[in-house]
């Protein structure tokens, strides 16, 4: 127990350093792992529960957020199949070379071997690419859900070979798992009678982590049980508000994964050595999704970002190789040598991704050439027509915005959002919506507004940063009308006011104001 507690300080000490660099704090973690083990520690019970649990969680959120017929796009299906085609197909003949050069390592590797650690290195971590959408808000952007859609099809694939590797087949009972389609009127009057407090939450975690269980008890890899029961309740009104409700639980849960992956073995200099040359190759994986996204008529903007988000190494890969170290197929220290390919793929990844949108705006010139004429509806010009007041956000405060702002300009109000349910929701209501990202800089190309038509842009996101370099990039790009934007705290507001906002709002202060106006309104001003 005494080092649980020391791990988890040491992990939000480095964790905090990392943050203060400008890197995801999950970077500090996995640093903690491997120092803990060089100190002599070892990976505990309490540790890789928290590590599984995190897991569970982490894919009953993406479930939560996820609508199946998304996965059907070939954006996603083709895209996610090619590639992990094409890369066990180059890196197994990367191997197969440097074995014919006469490095050791790779000189008395059979075939079979060689296949098996291509194949996972294949993957793209799920942890990492939902962290970094997560902090950046960019989970509903166009890039953010084929990212998340290509690595569901990546955990279906690596959930079938654990199957078959493994030799677990399901029993009679798994059978019994398909009253789960009947039984989703139920979950979901559940999840509606739950409220919105710790009810919520306690019936989150018992269905995922209950849930789960039952699976594995079925002779089903729990992760995917977890990710099928997620999606049963995506469709319900209160499924984001449950995936926000266990966001800090998941969070927790899997600095216990993090540090699993630097306690799972010992370093050595050969090993760092091959670690560092398998993350050379992570620029190969990069160029491949670029290429096959802009196949797949999608900008050169919206497949490099994508490609961005899934340049790295697997957690799904490290336990692909640690069912082979199991079965005797492949020595233990592939398992250290891609844990170290991992962590440094996650350390040089996070500032790329951070920088993401600088590094596209410095090269779109000249990636241009890669983008096909035709594309897919979400990539193509939008002629909105005449709009003086635009509203990015059309969540609850976007939408009461849009209803008071209507009142007085009428039907020159357009509303953008970057959820394409959202957008279908509140076009149902009779609401000018349409969908776009308020950070995609693209956006203003393929808008056709008018050099004097906008007057006047409301940034009513609720991620504080996607408000900032939403303000950041209309100013770059000359816009003069009214700027105004939403935050949170107070340190918000001066960081949009020095990036160019005209009038930024803290929401809960403005919220309180206005019920004390409200109350004036009806109760007060009436006597």
Do not use: C
């Amino acid at each position: 127990m005494l080092f649980d507690i020391i791990a988890i300080g040491v992990s939000f000490v480095l964790g905090f350093l990392a943050r203060q660099l400008g890197l995801p704090p999950l970077v500090g973690y996995l640093v903690a792992g491997f120092g803990l083990y060089a100190a002599g520690g070892q990976l505990t019970v309490t540790l890789e529960e928290f590590s599984n649990m995190g897991i569970t969680l982490l894919l009953f959120t993406i479930g939560l957020k996820l609508r199946p017929a998304s996965l059907l796009l070939p954006q996603i299906w083709g895209v996610a199949a090619l590639h992990m085609l094409i890369t066990v197909i180059a890196i197994s003949a990367i191997f197969l070379l440097l074995g014919i050069l006469g490095l050791s390592r790779f000189t008395e590797m059979e075939p079979g071997v060689i296949a098996l650690i291509a194949f996972a290195l294949s993957y793209s971590s799920t942890v990492f690419a939902v962290k970094v959408l997560e902090e950046k808000g960019e989970m509903y952007s166009l890039f953010g859900r084929l990212s998340i859609g290509i690595l569901i099809i990546q955990d279906i694939i690596a959930v079938l070979f654990l199957a078959v590797s493994t030799g677990k087949v399901p029993s009679i009972w798994a059978l019994g798992l398909l009253a789960l389609i009947p039984l989703r009127p139920v979950l979901q009057q559940l999840l509606e009678r739950s409220g919105h407090g710790e009810l919520q939450v306690l019936f989150g975690l018992t269905l995922a982590l209950g849930g789960a269980e039952v699976f594995e008890l079925a002779g089903v890899k729990g992760d995917m049980g977890a990710l099928i029961l997620g999606m049963l309740l995506a469709s319900h009104t209160q499924a984001s508000q449950l995936a926000r409700q266990l966001l800090g639980f998941k969070d927790i849960f899997l600095v216990g994964f993090f540090l699993s992956i630097g306690l799972s073995g010992p370093l050595d200099w050969e090993s760092v050595g091959l670690g560092i040359m398998l993350v050379v190759l992570v620029p190969l994986k990069l160029m491949l999704f670029f290429i096959l996204f802009s196949r797949f008529k999608l900008r050169v903007r919206t497949s490099m970002l994508t490609g961005f988000s899934l340049a790295n190494y697997s957690e799904f890969g490290l336990i692909v190789v640690a069912v082979g170290v199991s079965n005797s197929w492949i020595s233990q220290q592939w398992l250290i040598i891609l844990a170290i390919a991992l962590s440094l793929s996650f350390i040089l990844a996070a500032p790329l991704n951070s920088a993401s949108h600088k590094i596209y705006l410095k090269f779109r010139t000249r990636l241009s050439r890669f983008e096909r004429k035709d594309r897919i509806i979400e990539e193509q010009a939008i002629a909105p027509g005449k709009t003086e007041t635009m509203i990015f956000g059309m969540g609850r405060v976007g939408s009461s915005v849009y209803d008071e702002i209507s009142e007085h300009v009428g039907k020159e109000v357009l509303g953008v959002d970057a959820d394409s349910t959202t957008v279908e929701r509140q076009v149902a209501l009779s609401r000018n919506v349409i969908h776009g990202s308020a950070t995609d800089p693209d956006f203003w190309e393929r808008i056709d507004l008018g050099s004097d038509h906008v007057k006047m842009i409301l940034l009513a996101m609720p991620n504080y940063h996607e408000n900032l370099f939403a303000a950041q990039q209309l100013k770059s790009l000359g816009y003069t009308g009214m700027l105004a934007a939403i935050a949170k705290y107070p340190d918000e507001i001066k960081a949009l006011e020095q990036a160019g906002v005209d009038a930024a709002y803290n929401l809960y202060a403005e919220a309180g104001a206005g019920f004390a106006d409200h109350v004036f309104e009806r109760l007060i001003h009436k006597k």
